[in-house]
């Protein structure tokens, strides 16, 4: 039995393993994490009783059954929200963007160099990492900026790889989750490229394996494919090359062109344009070596700022493409693999869900894309 003044000590102590096990599902979503984390509170708990000679009462299996529904409740939840992704949204992001410059924390506009922190590299390929932050005023954001980075992905790949739209254009290119674009064509590498409208109908130019079922809209950034060839960036990238592209998507805004951003990306001349959100820009390097730049976990950025990060990375030319919420994207490769969601890509609740989502937010609630640009390494 456990002595009288043991038991507040007891119950204090699985009290704040509850808690501290909680929080971690925030920001750790998925399965293996809720298994280690379910493992870690009940483990936790058993060696806390061994310390304390506290003995479980009768209705043990009950309470048991009850936290186990809790936790995966949890879980579930959490990672439908994507809660590691999106905890950033609860903080000040009014703050000017802080980047990495020999060590230290610098404004970005003040920033000559950047510091990246390569995850993965291979003759074909490399995936950086680029940390990010902004000064908070409250105790909660300051904490969090001291134990959660908030990140900027870098992918930078050859333009010897295969570069390719995937899509369904046989469906009038229905909208897919990136799980399902790599279910159509199996692939090193997708992000989601196409703006589209309320029915899920990607905006602008579209030619898919050398057809064209979209004409071009005024909206100034492409993606194309020419002779086997990668290019992104403005419109007026393009006025030399005379053969149909094999691939073409369109987006906006392009934000760059011989490594100068354009003036009206600087005044962040639109609304829409200073929201601090997912973002995901693609550029051409003089080696014609092709950059995605896409937000990670609680990497919300402007289109100025993200264009700022391109430019310190040697993009040469560079677009904007459908993001917010709907950014989506995945890595796969023998030596290294990753997935990112800002939002529910997992989970169809059905069509009433989305269509009230749509009038609500302008948003499903599962999020897909009608067009990914695809790449596959040759490796």
């Known amino acids: 039995m456990a002595k009288p003044g043991l038991n507040i000590i007891h119950y204090l102590a699985i009290l704040s393993l509850f808690v501290l096990c909680m929080i971690l599902i925030i920001f750790n979503n998925g399965l293996m994490p809720l298994l280690c984390l379910m493992g870690l509170f009940f483990g936790g708990r058993l060696g806390i009783r061994k310390l304390t000679g506290h003995a479980s009462n ?16 949890a879980g579930f939840t959490c990672s439908i929200l994507r809660t590691e992704t999106n905890y950033y949204y609860f903080l000040t992001r009014t703050n000017a ?53 908030q990140k900027v992905n870098v992918f930078t790949f050859k333009p010897t790889n295969t570069f390719y739209l995937v899509a369904d254009p046989n469906n009038g290119f229905a909208p897919l989750t990136v799980s399902e674009a790599n279910t159509r064509k199996e692939s090193s590498f997708l992000i989601n490229a196409s703006f589209y409208d309320p029915l899920n109908r990607a905006l602008g130019e579209v030619i898919y394996c050398s ?41 906006h805004p392009s934000t760059m062109k011989d490594g100068i951003i354009f003036q009206y990306i600087l005044d962040n001349s639109f609304a829409k344009w200073r929201q601090r959100t997912y973002r995901n820009l693609v550029g051409e390097k003089a080696d014609g070596s092709i950059v995605c730049i896409a937000s990670g976990n609680g990497g919300l950025l402007d289109v100025r700022e993200i264009s700022q990060l391109a430019k310190l990375l040697g993009v040469k030319h560079a677009t904007l493409f459908d993001a917010g919420i709907a950014l989506q994207y995945a890595f796969n ?32 609630f599962i999020q897909r894309s009608p067009v990914y640009i695809g790449i596959t390494l040759n490796e």
């Open 211 to 251: 057809k064209q079922y979209q004409t071009k809209s005024s909206s100034s950034g492409y993606f194309k494919v020419i002779d086997g060839v990668p290019h992104a960036g403005p419109r007026s990238v393009f006025d030399n090359y005379s053969n149909i592209p094999q691939y073409s998507c369109q987006a």
């Open 97 to 149: 963007l802080k980047i990495k410059q020999d060590g230290e924390w610098v404004l970005i506009h003040n920033a000559h160099r950047i510091d990246v922190n390569e995850v993965y590299s291979n003759p074909s390929v490399v995936v950086q990492r680029i940390d990010i932050k902004r000064n908070q005023k409250g105790i909660l954001g300051r904490a969090l900026n001291l134990v959660v980075s």
């Open 333 to 364: 490769s023998p030596g290294y693999s990753m997935e990112f969601s800002a939002f529910n890509n997992l989970l169809d609740a059905g069509s009433f869900v989305d269509k009230v989502g749509m009038e609500l937010f302008r948003k499903n």
């Open 58 to 73: 009768g209705l043990g299996i009950l309470k048991n059954s009850l936290l186990v529904i809790l936790f995966i409740g």
